[in-house]
């Protein structure tokens, strides 16, 4: 099992910057990627962005040149640079590691943190 703790959602102006972060624990060793998810009120959970561990990186069209993932392997954290910030970014946004052994793949979430961009 692997625990994942967010934290950095807050109220920010638009044209504001948020750090969310998420520190993993519990059996990391197999962890092969993680990032950040989002849902908004009536909507679908959608990826935001995500990183391997080996650096690669993913981000959703609505994010890229706004948003930075970033990850510490020896920390077992990712976080989440958003600049630019618009209210449509305004959602929950959930952390989440994969995991894989073998052939099986194990999704892990956060409890979540709320993200509101509102003047």
């Known amino acids: 099992q692997v625990q994942l703790v967010e934290s950095g959602g807050d109220l920010v102006q638009p044209g504001g910057s948020l750090r969310l972060s998420c520190a993993a624990s519990g059996s990391v060793f197999d962890i092969i990627a993680m990032g950040w998810y989002r849902q908004a009120p009536g909507k679908e959970r959608e990826l935001v962005a995500a990183?391997?561990?080996?650096?690669?990186?993913n981000y959703a069209d609505s994010v890229k040149g706004r948003f930075a993932i970033s990850r510490d392997n020896t920390k077992n954290t990712v976080s989440l640079q958003m600049n630019s910030l618009k209210p449509e970014d305004t959602a929950v946004y959930y952390c989440?590691?994969?995991?894989?052994?073998?052939?099986?793949?194990?999704?892990?979430w956060g409890q979540g943190t709320q993200v509101t961009v509102s003047s």
């Open positions: 990183i391997t561990i080996g650096g690669a990186t």
């Open positions: 989440n590691a994969r995991k894989q052994y073998g052939l099986t793949l194990s999704n892990y």
